[in-house]
């Protein structure tokens, strides 16, 4: 059941001692999260909304305070990097191959390259070469258990002397061991910002909607290991809607750019925050 829909039986059921109670449960289950829901629900009891409306109303003003749209945009004839992050399984690769497709149809990239950074899963670099094979752009690989931070050198390295204007680079993100990770990370990071100048790089951290609870805490993660630049919201086709992002934007202040919504290559929009919200609490 949407969120909004449970808040009109919680208020159906009308405003008793339990209520508030009731209310941040509610919030907590639409993936707001224990600190959010508990904020949210202290603010509606003391402006005491009468009707489902009017707290649907008052929620949607406060969730929206806590995000934000970016936009991805490039520093023409220059060399532009985006660095894709996030736990294995939630879109890494298939969004590189959408926001290719993106950028090639809107025509803002004058010449693009990706980098199979994700050197763990062979899947993901075939993935990668035959999606560049379709759609008309470079894709820079290893063999399989290459060096992540070597196949990004190169890629810059082929990019120049191309004069691309954006790679998109993959990045593995296993999860096991935070400091591996976070070690992994840092070595690429320092790869790309030797090369590439800072206002054109920018770090995404890719997060599926359907994670839960789970992703302020990957998103605390990554952005202490590399100080993220923005989000992208996989899987928004799911019946999750999102409601993590809103709790990470409460705790990390980071612009969303896109959103992914099926398996197409085309299903990849820019973030709207008044439609994210709207469906949200419809
Ligand atoms: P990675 O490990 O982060 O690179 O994840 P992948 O790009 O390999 O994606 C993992 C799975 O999620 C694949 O089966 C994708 O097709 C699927 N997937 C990615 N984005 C979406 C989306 O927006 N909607 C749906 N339904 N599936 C998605």
Redesign the pocket.
């Known amino acids: 059941m949407s969120l909004g829909s449970k808040l009109k039986q919680l208020f159906s059921k009308g405003i008793d001692d339990s209520f508030y109670d009731n209310l941040e449960d509610t919030l907590i289950e639409a993936d707001l999260g224990p600190v959010l829901a508990y904020t949210l629900s202290e603010e509606l009891e003391k402006k005491r909304p009468k009707t489902s409306d009017e707290a649907v109303t008052l929620i949607k003003t406060a969730l929206g305070g806590y995000l934000t749209a970016g936009q991805l945009t490039l520093e023409k004839g220059q060399l532009n990097l985006f660095l894709l992050l996030?736990v294995?399984?939630?879109?890494?690769?298939?969004?590189i191959a959408k926001l290719a497709r993106y950028f090639i149809d809107n025509k803002l990239a004058g010449g693009l390259t990706a980098a199979a950074g994700?050197t763990f899963?062979a899947a993901?670099s075939q993935?990668l070469a035959l999606h560049g094979e379709r759609q008309g752009f470079k894709v820079v690989k290893s063999e399989s258990g290459g060096d992540p931070g070597a196949v990004i050198y190169d890629a810059i390295s082929s990019a120049l002397a191309r004069k691309d204007e954006l790679i998109l680079a993959?990045t593995a993100?296993r999860m096991h061991n935070k400091a591996e990770l976070v070690n992994e990370l840092k070595k690429i990071d320092k790869i790309i910002t030797g090369r590439i100048k800072p206002e054109n790089y920018k770090k995404i951290l890719?997060i599926d909607s359907t994670t839960g609870q789970n992703a302020l805490r990957q998103a605390e993660i990554f952005n202490e290991a590399l100080q993220l630049s923005g989000i992208i919201l996989?899987?928004?086709?799911?019946s999750a809607k999102g409601g993590n992002l809103v709790a990470i934007g409460k705790e990390l202040a980071l612009p969303v750019y896109f959103v992914?919504?099926?398996?197409k290559i085309t299903?990849i929009t820019p973030f709207n925050k008044e439609v994210f919200l709207s469906n949200l609490l419809e």
Do not use: H, I, L, P
């Open positions: 996030g294995n399984g939630v879109g890494k690769t298939s969004t994700d899963r993901a993935q993959d993100g890719v996989t899987k928004y086709d799911s992914t919504s099926g398996e299903d």
